[in-house]
């Protein structure tokens, strides 16, 4: 069997491409379990070229991650995007499960409020954004970065994020809450009253609008309140 013209790893006799066809149809399909998880470790024994390695050890962790374990994902999801070398020929060919692993091991981080460390993996994704992402994964890939950097005192690029968010979910309420937040904390307290007031026009009726209403009693002044 010939190998896919797609793949660009060591193993000519096809084998390797037939686990990662067949494991990322799985992946799509929520079906993927520990049977895919032995069959990518079996192709490991015969792939030998790194970015190839790291694209299979990468789909183990993200399996790991949709299984609901994060303790194997995040150990997984850490030495795959170690092994990546962004510098060698068949990067592209792996870019978008590089980045897929590097979003996964970001999120992982950050649920576990460990936001110095998510950050880098997060920003590893921002160069290749529009190649991979559609604009719903690059809004929630900017608002988590907005939540890593308002967790780690970083007020100016906390606010950065949360304004590309807003475009790149076109205002929805969720970001227009993240965006009044950063707002208000970066010290620009006029225009978080002016989110707040089109938050309270377009979502006054969402779940988290008694939260954002809290907020600004308590950050924005009695005036900004719309009850």
């Known amino acids: 069997m010939d190998s896919p013209e797609w793949y660009s790893g060591s193993d000519h006799s096809g084998e390797v491409a037939t686990v990662i066809e067949r494991v990322i149809a799985?992946?799509?399909?929520?079906?993927?379990?520990?049977?895919?998880?032995?069959?990518l470790r079996d192709a490991l024994t015969i792939e030998d070229e790194?970015?190839?390695?790291?694209?299979?050890?990468?789909?183990?962790?993200?399996?790991?991650?949709?299984?609901?374990?994060?303790?194997?994902?995040?150990?997984?999801?850490?030495?795959?995007?170690?092994?990546?070398?962004v510098y060698f020929p068949t990067f592209d060919q792996v870019l978008n499960v590089y980045c897929q692993a590097c979003y996964t091991l970001g999120v992982l981080l950050c649920d576990a409020e460990r936001h110095d460390e998510a950050t880098p993996y997060l920003l590893r994704c921002l160069p290749y954004v529009r190649e991979v992402y559609d604009d719903a994964y690059i809004g929630e890939l900017y608002a988590i970065?907005?939540?890593?950097?308002?967790?780690?005192?970083?007020?100016?690029?906390?606010?950065?994020?949360?304004?590309?968010?807003?475009?790149?979910?076109?205002?929805?309420?969720?970001?227009?809450?993240?965006?009044?937040?950063?707002?208000?904390?970066?010290?620009?307290?006029?225009?978080?009253?002016?989110?707040?007031?089109?938050?309270?026009?377009?979502?006054?009726?969402a779940e988290n609008a008694h939260r954002v209403v809290d907020f600004a009693r308590r950050n924005l002044g009695e005036e900004s309140v719309v009850n």
């Open 26 to 39: 799985h992946i799509d399909a929520n079906t993927a379990g520990p049977e895919d998880i032995d069959a």
């Open 50 to 85: 790194v970015n190839w390695r790291g694209f299979l050890l990468s789909l183990i962790g993200i399996i790991h991650y949709d299984l609901d374990q994060p303790e194997p994902a995040l150990r997984q999801l850490e030495t795959a995007v170690a092994t990546y070398r």
């Open 145 to 205: 970065l907005n939540v890593c950097m308002g967790w780690t005192q970083r007020p100016g690029e906390a606010l950065a994020f949360a304004e590309a968010a807003t475009v790149a979910r076109q205002g929805d309420c969720e970001s227009l809450e993240h965006l009044m937040v950063a707002m208000a904390t970066a010290g620009d307290t006029d225009g978080a009253r002016e989110v707040y007031q089109l938050f309270m026009d377009r979502c006054g009726h």
